[in-house]
């Protein structure tokens, strides 16, 4: 547990040097939210009322995610791309299945039918919103798709470094994170809007890239 809680401190620090370096966060609501974002890169997502507990004081990150880690024609070869598919109504993003779960679950709207419109024209609005109020940052990885590309490095030992799923609570999710709503157990075990990477055990290497990263930023 200690070793993990000083890489969290660590992982921390350099998301504070990469605000001072970017300038942000950001958030999708904003007009220039895309306004010179790298070609590629890994975005971190953080949520209102998410604050950490463990590691050090200010917002805990609740979603990590890069795009095309597989080379494939159309396949979201842009952050600015991935990041719009988060953005949209009806974009077509995990990342807007899971809150979409977790608000029907809430009750904010009615499970929807498979092409029920009338439905969909309320759920997506109220989708967007919630997305569009959260913070983010990004790092700036230009490399090409590839399973071992730095952007999967660092998407997947953050993920695995933040993950509460099956190990001690650090940075606990709020009790009225939206998140405890989820249908999906491993939303709710790990405190982040993410089914992937988890279960797994971060390299505690991936640092040590990451920080040569956030001085490049």
């Known amino acids: 547990m200690a070793d993990r809680l000083d890489d969290l401190k660590r992982f921390y620090n350099l998301l504070h040097r990469l605000a001072e370096r970017t300038r942000g966060p950001r958030r999708l609501a904003d007009a220039d939210w895309d306004k010179d974002l790298p070609v590629r890169g890994v975005y971190f ?10 590691s050090g004081s200010g917002p805990r990150v609740v979603r990590v995610g890069t795009h095309a880690i597989h080379d494939r024609p159309g396949k979201g070869t842009r952050l ?3 990041l719009s598919n988060h ?36 759920a997506e609005p ?3 919103k919630h997305i569009h109020r959260m913070p983010f940052l990004w790092l700036g990885i230009d490399d090409p798709p590839s399973r071992d590309s730095k952007r999967r490095l660092i998407e997947r030992n953050a993920t695995a470094l933040l993950s509460n799923h099956q190990r ?13 709503y989820s249908p999906k157990g491993k939303v709710c ?29």
């Open 126 to 128: 109220l989708i967007s």
């Open 168 to 180: 001690d609570l650090l940075d606990e999710p709020s009790k009225g994170w939206l998140g405890r």
């Open 80 to 82: 600015q791309g991935r």
């Open 189 to 217: 075990s790990s405190g982040l809007w993410s089914i992937h990477y988890i279960s797994s055990h971060h390299c505690p290497s991936f640092l040590d890239e990451m920080e040569a990263l956030v001085e490049r930023a």
């Open 87 to 122: 953005r949209k109504d009806y974009g077509k993003s995990a990342f807007r299945r899971r809150v979409d779960e977790a608000l029907c679950q809430k009750g904010v709207f009615a499970p929807r039918a498979v092409g029920a419109i009338d439905d969909s024209a309320i």
């Open 45 to 54: 997502f953080f949520e209102e009322g998410e604050m950490r507990s463990d």
